[in-house]
């Protein structure tokens, strides 16, 4: 099945998986995704973009880091897709990538009642600290 997420007046193709193929369970977690450009811990701005996010829907029971390449490809985003990592945005928590979502269904207490749920993809904390620490090391 394909399911189109629109982008800049553009449509991306992003593949979901018939509920038969290799026995996945198929319930969905529909939100906005957006990016924060904190590649550079010095120089990163605190505005998501795009500022018209898109949709993606989200298997809840595929671990998440199975599902962060097509995230990341749809916003093409500028960070390398190994530093990344989920934040929810009306709480602030990080996502634990090697778990669905199903088995983090605690975090996503509220999620759905905000007015615009939004995931956000960004640079994984320990990879910002490390870069901070690096910086003061050669400087």
Sequence with gaps: M???AEVYKATIPVMVRPAH???VK?????????YLDDTDPFTSTNFPEPTRPPTFMFNEYVPLIDQIGEVHKLLRAPHQLDDCTLQLSHNGTYMDLESS???QRDELEGF?????????LRTQLSVRVHACIGFMRYN
């Design 101 to 103: 979502l199903e088995e």
């Design 26 to 34: 198929m319930a969905y977690l529909t939100c906005r995704v957006q």
């Design 2 to 4: 394909l399911i189109r």
């Design 21 to 23: 193929q290799k026995g």
């Design 112 to 120: 759905n009642t905000v007015r615009k749920p939004t995931m956000i």
